[in-house]
């Protein structure tokens, strides 16, 4: 019997604060709740305002969320003064978010010092990538000296749905082939061989890849000077042209939710209907260079806000992957509701929803380091 214990699971993002609290290792979910619109000064008034509702006399374990784990962590750590020093050096490739988990991670540890604090990485999955899948094709120096690399990210997303895929289809992740396409607010489709990350559309930074809410994914980096010209603006405001106003929102000029685009292109908008045609195909060609890089593939899995709740974007996707093996079974996607198969049982390639979960990703890591630790858990 493996002793129970409460794992609170943080996640500091750039203007929210969410928690879950789990019982481990019965992975029963015990509460959360999440704190919106919360300013850089305010994190450590609104995490002393979580903990005051939980028991935290009994929370023994607490695992950070944490975006950036560059090269240096491969896996969930436990966080000691090292391990920050590293989180805050890495703050320089995601200038929005590291710091503010270091908030959280300090705060939390103010509060709760005797609990193990574990942190999690979005770029940890992605470790595996080899050199062909990491590098960019620039000169070489860049990335000794400076780390210019493909890093990736929803890292732990993926490694959530590829462990239910294994289940769901019953062959063990050591022989199958995957594409996980995480399509929410955020957009990351990842090729997973055999386990492990194999290569990921997000890049140094999460702006890479595919088109997604307000972000454009790739474009020819040529754009971004004229994009300064035609503004009259500097990097500054080109960059935030490519984060907050490019994606669903830039091309429908209505709104970054597929909802509210997909219901106004039904009404006969262009824009919107264009803005749709767009994010799909660009999906679409995505999963073919991935079944290129993975020559071939045994299962695609959905997951995030879109992924989970839009029939009509995964329909859009699969179609024109007959060629692949891939067979939706059209009842089977419309129905689907939470967890299930939407390919035909005829095709050879098995497509699944599965929704995402990666507090309890990060609530499973913290608690199994936990009890690897004999001297942390004995106290
Ligand atoms: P996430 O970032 O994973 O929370 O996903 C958020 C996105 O999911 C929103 O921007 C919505 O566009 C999308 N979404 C959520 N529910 C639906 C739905 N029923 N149909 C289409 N899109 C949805």
Known sequence: MQERQLVLVLNCGSSSVKYKLYEMPGRKLISSDYLEQIKRDEYEKAIASIFEKLPLDDVSIIAHRVVHGGEAFKQSVIITDEVKQEIDRLSRFAPLHNPINLIGIEAAQ????????????????????????????????????????????????????????????????EKLRLISCHIGSGVSITAIRYGESLDTSMGMTPLAGLSMGTRSGNIDPGIIPYIEEIEGTDITGAMDVLNKRSGLLGVSGHSNDLRDVMKKAEEGDLRCQLAIDLFTTLLHKHIGLYLARLNGVDGIIFTAGIGENSPEVRQMVCAGLEFAGVILDNEANRKTKGEGFISSPYSPVKVMVIPTNEELVMATDAYQIYISSPEIALG
């Open 110 to 173: 103010k509060l709760r010092p005797e609990a193990l604090h574990v942190a999690v990485f979005d770029t940890a999955f992605h470790q595996t990538m080899p050199p062909s899948s990491y590098l960019y094709a620039i000169p070489y120096e860049y990335y000794e000296k400076y780390g210019i690399r493909k890093y990736g990210f929803h890292g732990t997303s993926h490694r959530y749905v590829m462990n239910r895929a294994q289940e769901m289809m019953e062959i063990p992740k």
